[in-house]
């Protein structure tokens, strides 16, 4: 193990033991899988500070050999809104390992509209710029939008479609680590 290694696990660790009591907020995490990646994110819910979780890893090697991922931690904000509507803005620190490694320090929101029969749909976007990543990466972005029902109060089963880029100064290491439909299960705690 290198010492870059060591230091990411002491800072992830650290990152951690800070961020804890925001996990007392709720939140929805959400397990699913799309054609080419897989995926497993919680998003907090309810007013306040919440911690927002992410974990891309797509199926297809990039040109190293590797499978690309991305890692996200992050502080979301539930705001007042009317009866039917959440909206959450915050930001996530993000670890990209696709064509080279790289961290991200994105912006962006959530809007979730309650529907009948116990569904909501949703939409998120997140994104950095070069001037907030590390090396020659010029940007990240992370979206996606979908359906979830809930037949029980606390587990749901969700459809929708996620896209996660990162963009390079050399356009040929660009890479869509997500681009497509998925589909999951998601448990509210």
């Not at 990152?15 to 054609?35: E, F, H, I, S, V």
């Amino acid at each position: 193990m290198t010492l870059k290694d060591n230091n990411m696990i002491r800072y992830t660790l650290l990152a951690a033991l800070l961020a804890a009591p925001l996990l007392a907020q709720a939140g929805d995490t959400t397990l699913a899988r799309g054609n080419t990646y897989n995926f497993i994110t919680r998003m907090p819910t309810g007013l306040g500070p919440g911690l927002a979780l992410d974990h891309v890893k797509a199926d297809d090697k990039d040109s190293r050999g590797e499978k690309p991922s991305f890692s996200a931690a992050g502080v979301m904000f539930g705001l007042p809104v009317p009866t039917l509507l959440r909206l959450d803005v915050g930001a996530k620190a993000a670890y990209v390992e696709a064509e080279g490694t790289a961290t991200a320090a994105l912006v962006g929101a959530r809007l979730t509209v309650d529907l009948p029969l116990n569904a909501e749909a949703f939409v998120h976007g997140f994104y950095a710029g070069s001037a907030a990543a590390s090396g020659t990466v010029k940007r990240v972005s992370d979206t996606m939008g979908g359906v979830r029902w809930s037949p029980l109060k606390m587990v749901g089963v969700e459809v929708g479609y996620r896209t996660v880029q990162v963009k390079r100064e050399d356009a040929r290491r660009d890479i869509k680590l997500a681009d497509g439909p998925y589909a999951g299960v998601s448990v509210a705690f």
